[in-house]
């Protein structure tokens, strides 16, 4: 059984740094590309970033670029998402997920993962 678990959210104020971390089990993510997702109350879920199976090439939503990092560490089977600068309207539950590919084909798409974890909410007060 795969399971994919979040950590790393809270409350914090407004140019916090925080990390997200999503550990697997029953699933080896040096497999597959690892993606991060949120979602604001009332609002869809929208693709945040995504790293491929070997580390070597991410992509971001623009609204995130050259502020969060998403990276992922093969031998503790974890991904990460370090968010820097954040602002209020990051405020949302975070998703880890799982591709089911290596690459990617539409990373932007939910419909392009096939696991999910139970998300972790980020709160960032100005």
């Known amino acids: 059984q795969v399971q994919l678990v979040e950590s790393g959210g809270g409350s914090v104020q407004a140019g916090d740094s925080p990390r997200l971390a999503c550990a697997a089990s029953?699933?080896?993510?040096?497999?597959?590309?690892m993606g991060w997702f949120r979602q604001a109350p009332g609002q869809a879920r929208e693709f945040v970033a995504v790293?491929?199976?070997?580390?070597?090439?991410?992509l971001y939503a623009d609204s995130v670029k050259g502020r969060f990092t998403i990276s992922r560490d093969t031998a503790k089977n974890t991904v990460y998402l370090q968010m820097n600068s954040l602002k209020p309207e990051d405020t949302a539950v975070y998703y880890c997920?799982?591709?089911?590919?290596?690459?990617?084909?539409?990373?932007?798409?939910?419909?392009?993962?096939?696991?999910w974890g139970q998300g972790t909410q980020v709160t960032v007060s100005s």
């Open positions: 997920a799982g591709s089911k590919y290596g690459g990617w084909v539409n990373p932007r798409q939910a419909g392009e993962y096939a696991n």
């Open positions: 029953g699933l080896t993510l040096s497999r597959f590309a």
């Open positions: 790293v491929t199976w070997s580390g070597s090439r991410t």
